[in-house]
């Protein structure tokens, strides 16, 4: 339970931060946490927990003529980042999808959920040490802006897929300054 509140705290840092920043009622919505959310984010994660694993499932299969058996598997992509707006339970449904399909997962929150996904990152950290998995499996980018955005979009060999959830916006922005993608 302390867990809980400490992060109920961080959040209710981010929600009065987000009302001096004159953030609307819907974005606020968004942001704020209640023990309900909370509750509901934990059940999220023992709900991905006890999926069956992806990893290795054999999709497809098939034999050529020659002989020569061929199989589809599903495999990790490797480092999967994140974009989202100003949900912080996102940060925990993507860490816990990203694992649970053998990724790395790197994940960038808006600056409005700060506090929030900071917290959660200790705590997925303290998860992941304590489940013998490194830490880094889950590492969390904060602050920043566009430049930081770009800078994520453009990196060469550090991450192999982009996942935007968010509004057009936020698309956009990644679209716009992501290579290849045009």
Known sequence: MRAVAGLLDANQADVDA???????????DR??????RVAEMAK???????LPDPVGEVVEEWTLEN???VAKKRVPIGVVAVVYEARPNVTIDAAALCLKSGNA??????????????FLSGMLADALTAAE????SVALLSGGGHEQL???ATAEGLVDLIIPRGGEGLKNALKDRSRGCR
């Open 150 to 152: 770009a800078e994520l």
């Open 133 to 136: 998995l490194p830490a880094a």
């Open 67 to 69: 002989g020569l058996e």
């Open 31 to 36: 942001l704020m946490l209640t023990e309900a």
């Open 18 to 28: 987000g009302r001096e920043e004159g953030l609307n009622e819907a974005l606020l």
């Open 105 to 118: 997962a790197v994940l960038r929150g808006s600056r409005s959920a700060e506090s929030s996904n900071a």
């Open 44 to 50: 999220g994660v023992r709900e991905i927990a006890e």
